[in-house]
């Protein structure tokens, strides 16, 4: 069984910083692309990035150069690298592999 678990969310001002954490268990992250997905209140879940087995990276536009997705194989973990946060980029953060989908890590960005 599948299991993802998403931290490191929390609040943070304008033009801040959060790492996202999403660690596995059940499966072999560098064997899978895994996505991060973010919904925030009102509005539909949306992608946000990629990276795939072979460790390319592709992000959305509008996270592109801010955002960073890396993998470490040895602790089976995906990360999320946020700088330079918008209010914009509030939401909950949700990372997938497969069709398995964390809980999701809540990030807010307010002064």
């Known amino acids: 069984q599948v299991q993802l678990v998403e931290s490191g969310g929390g609040l943070v001002q304008p033009g801040g910083s959060l790492r996202l954490s999403c660690a596995a268990s059940g499966i072999i992250f560098s064997f899978n692309a895994v996505d991060w997905y973010r919904q925030a209140p009102g509005k539909q879940r949306e992608w946000v990035a990629r990276i795939t087995s072979a460790g390319n990276t592709k992000y959305e536009d509008s996270v592109k150069g801010r955002f960073t997705i890396s993998r470490d194989n040895a602790k089976n973990t995906v990360y999320l690298q946020m700088n330079g946060l918008k209010p914009e980029d509030a939401a909950v953060y949700y990372c997938?592999?497969?069709?398995?989908w964390g809980h999701g890590a809540l990030v807010t960005v307010s002064s």
């Open positions: 997938t592999v497969l069709d398995s």
